[in-house]
């Protein structure tokens, strides 16, 4: 493209020079100096109109470039620009505005001129770069952009074909890896007889002959001793028919290894029997904690996660012919003044498993005095290296041994599985589920003046040293890593960006490492299905459930529904700025046609602006209240500012949708969106922004719609007109209703889940091996990293007294 990109540049400057000229003035004249994609084109098109048709004509061309135009930077007479002519790769341009030169330049070259305007003290001569490439660059690398987050199957294919090139030093390493599986201290799968290639094969075929002869029924203990003697250890499989499965899968690897076969054999293997779940922040708990500060979405995707991934180890175990209870503990933080939480117990069983638990740690101050309080998320940043170590020690007493697996989630969490998984030697999942860096504009820029509240300093040093030193990452959605053609993804936007006066990221994260996948999250499906399964409906709530809504006066409530029979358009989230509540109110309240045909239904945050620490929160609750005067709203909105239990949340959902109504969620950006798969799950027609992970679950039109919240006068026409269409054509809303359930049911659910995070963590596991992935010199250079950036950063955090 970079070829191209400079043709056609060169091509347009000759041909157009007047209007290309014109254009440059345009944006000089705005007296700006970044412009993102949207200004970009925005001032075009209002230039064009200005200028008339013949500049139009001109500038035509060019059209293809601007639209790839993510940002542009001002300093007359230069203009640099950042393009991003496919998913995930760039070119940086620089254009001088009076000669018309043009000429392609470094990200480093870039940053330093962006770095130049918001500090104004020239180019800095020597400013830290941060540059991961050269450690990888031994790595294998996805090629095509389509195939990002689809690193396992990649994976799996490398390592086969290496296998097969060098057979007998792939065997062996096959083997290798079989003879050193244990569990609780007892040998599995090979034993010191097979101490070779040819031994394993020949062991293979006396035993295939052995079991030929026994009932494909007959359980494991009952040819046990012949396997001893053979060299096989149990976790072959709970009987014959399985044993010899397992067994030939793996003569047919050492014959000729093939990627199906190796990927299936490997998800076979007994590897993971415990595992630990890393979320330090927030309030974790199993009730009374989700509206708490740092606290939502997050902790019920763990709890999900954890019954699920409980239930495929289990079923993993019995088929492998392993008497052995999986074991999983979720480490948090303990907070003694918890709030009416359970975050001040050390250990909680989670209800509806055998043998998984929460494992809570406290954080200490300097002299070792455990911290009573809450902490935001944005300041925990200096107890975490503290954390880790007593995480450590508490932990492996908990499992009686180290885990077979470590889960990070969040950047907290990332990077202290990141510190265990290194201690350790055990393999690292990261989840982000949302990287701060992309939900506020100009964090990174502008970090010094966001740092006194954010600390996005040691957050975003955080996160490039944990996903750097993750052995496999899993993402909800494709656009977490890479974004879509208009759009940066959450993981791309860690590769080049920079925080003046600190460091300069140039390659910080490669979105093209197979480490990436995409495992989606679901709904939980005894809570959350569709409003037409009667059978399973929860009528004992509607009672409640119809007061909550229609009901007068109450606690923690504002607003009365007059016109009852009107559908019910809905919003559930927790009340941070990002969130948008706000914004929607005031959409609602401008749209005549919205106000005519539905009911708002806001549940979010407090009434009562005094029931909230959180000073955001407390900012969105004020505004709440001045639009709902402003736009004199209290007969046709009802909000609702107390949290409600999963079954209420979950029956409210169907309540709605029995009424014809549909949910929205107006979020300025949202990483996930786990409430959007709940509503669409329950059947109802779903409205969600078009920045982040709702763009990618939703198609739209089909299976829900997209709204920019940018936009907010065109996302309330799209859903007035949804509306009025339901009224002249009721299967219309019935058709999306049905759309979003099958999306969710085909794409969502946690069964898909765990089976695919029990095969991710074998094949990187084995991989590691394999490969001696130990990254070593990536890993020294973390180190260096986090010793003499993150921790003099995280030092800095104020602490209280
Ligand atoms: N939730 C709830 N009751 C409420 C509000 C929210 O149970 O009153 C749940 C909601 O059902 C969803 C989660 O909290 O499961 C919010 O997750 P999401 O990913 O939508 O947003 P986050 O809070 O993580 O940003
Ligand atoms: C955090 C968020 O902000 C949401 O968008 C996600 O759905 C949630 O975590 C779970 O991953």
Redesign the pocket.
């Known amino acids: 493209m970079g070829v191209n990109l400079i043709q056609l540049f060169e091509a347009l400057i000759k041909e157009n020079r007047d209007s290309i000229y014109l254009l440059l003035r345009h944006y000089l004249s705005l007296n700006r100096s970044f412009l993102l994609q949207s200004s970009v084109w925005d001032e075009y098109q209002k230039l064009i109109q200005k200028e008339g048709t013949e500049t139009a004509a001109a500038l035509k061309p060019l059209e293809s470039i601007l639209a790839r135009v993510q940002e542009a930077v001002i300093n007359p007479p230069w203009i640099y620009l950042a393009i991003r002519p496919e998913i995930a790769r760039w070119t940086y341009v620089r254009l001088h505005t009076e000669k018309l030169h043009y000429k392609e330049t470094s990200v480093s070259e870039f940053l330093a001129f962006k770095e130049n305007l918001v500090t104004g003290d020239g180019h800095q001569k020597w400013a830290l770069e941060v540059d991961l490439a050269p450690f990888n660059r031994d790595f294998p690398k996805l090629i095509e952009s389509r195939s990002i987050g689809n690193g396992v199957e990649y994976l799996n294919r490398r390592l086969s074909s290496q296998i097969f090139q060098d057979l007998e030093q792939g065997s062996k390493s096959l083997l290798d890896f079989l003879r050193m599986h244990q569990a609780r201290g007892v040998q599995l799968m090979l034993n010191e007889r097979l101490t070779n290639i040819t031994s394993l094969r020949d062991a293979l075929r006396q035993a295939d002959k052995y079991l030929e002869k026994k009932e494909p029924e007959t359980r494991w203990p009952e040819v046990s001793r012949a396997m001893h003697y053979l060299g096989f250890e149990p976790g072959w499989g709970d009987h014959v028919a399985r044993i010899k499965d397992t067994m030939n899968l793996l003569s047919d690897i050492l014959e000729a290894p093939e990627p199906a076969n190796l990927s299936r054999f490997l998800g076979l293997m007994p590897m993971i029997f415990s595992l630990v779940v890393l979320s330090p922040h927030g309030f974790f708990g199993q009730a009374n904690v989700?509206?708490m500060p740092d606290t939502?979405?997050?902790v019920?995707?763990i709890l999900d996660q954890v019954h699920a991934l409980e239930k495929e180890m289990r079923c993993r175990l019995e088929q492998q012919g392993l008497n052995i209870e999986p074991q999983i503990l979720v480490v948090t933080r303990l907070i003694p003044e918890s709030q009416g939480t359970t975050a001040h117990e050390r250990i909680e069983h989670i209800e509806g498993t055998q043998n998984s638990r929460i494992l809570r740690v406290p954080f200490r101050s300097k002299n070792g005095e455990i911290i009573p309080q809450w902490i935001s998320r944005f300041k925990i940043w200096p107890y975490l290296e503290d954390f880790a170590a007593e995480v450590e020690r508490e932990m492996l007493a908990e499992l009686g041994n180290r885990p077979d697996l470590i889960i990070g989630n969040y950047s907290d969490g990332n990077l202290v599985a990141t510190l265990l998984s290194n201690s350790l030697k055990v393999t690292q999942c990261n989840i982000a589920?949302?990287l701060e860096k992309s939900k506020y504009l100009y964090s990174d820029l502008y970090w010094k003046d966001n740092d006194p509240e954010y600390h996005f300093s040691c957050q975003f040093t955080a996160d490039l040293i944990a996903m750097n030193s993750a052995d496999f990452i899993i993402t909800s959605t494709y656009q977490e890593i890479a974004g879509n053609k208009s759009s940066v993804g959450q993981y791309e936007s860690y590769n080049a960006f920079t925080m003046p006066g600190l460091y300069r990221v140039v390659n910080g994260i490669e979105v093209f490492d197979p480490k990436f996948n995409i495992v989606s999250p679901g709904?939980d499906a005894e809570i959350y299905f569709p409003y037409t399964q009667t059978e399973n409906r929860l009528q004992a709530l509607h009672g409640e459930i119809d007061d909550l809504i229609f009901g007068g006066e109450r606690d923690n409530a504002r607003g009365h529904l007059q016109e009852k029979d009107r559908p019910l358009l809905f919003t559930?989230?927790?009340m941070?700025k990002v969130?948008n509540i706000t914004g929607l109110v005031d959409w609602y309240g401008r749209n005549e046609r919205l106000r005519e045909n539905t009911n708002l239904l806001v549940?979010a945050g407090h009434v009562d602006q005094s029931f909230s620490t959180d000073q955001e929160e407390r900012e969105q609750i004020a505004y709440m209240h001045e639009l709902m005067n402003q736009h004199d709203l209290d007969n046709q909105i009802r909000w609702i500012g107390?949290?409600?239990?999963?079954k209420l949340?979950g029956e409210l959902y169907r309540f709605v949708a029995d009424y014809r109504g549909a949910f929205i969620?107006p979020a300025l950006f949202?990483?996930?969106?786990?409430?959007?798969i709940?509503a669409m799950v329950s059947g109802l027609p779903t409205f969600a922004t078009c920045y982040g992970g709702p763009s990618e679950v939703i198609c739209d039109g089909q299976s829900g719609f997209h709204i920019d919240p940018n936009h907010g006068d065109k996302a309330s026409s799209i859903i007035a007109d949804f509306f009025e269409r339901c009224t002249h054509e009721p299967e219309y809303w019935k058709v999306i209703s049905e759309g979003g359930i099958r999306r969710v049911q085909e794409k969502y659910t946690w069964k898909h889940y765990a089976e695919r995070m029990m095969t991710l963590s074998r094949i990187y596991g084995f991989w590691k091996y394999v490969t001696n992935l130990q990254r070593d010199e990536t890993n020294r250079y973390l180190e260096m990293f986090y010793g003499l950036q993150f921790r003099p950063l995280a030092e800095k955090v104020p602490q209280p007294d």
């Open positions: 989700l509206g939502g979405g997050q019920v995707y589920h949302a709904a559930m989230a927790r941070d969130k549940i107390t949290y409600l239990d999963k949340s969620q949202e990483a996930f969106g786990i409430t959007v709940e």
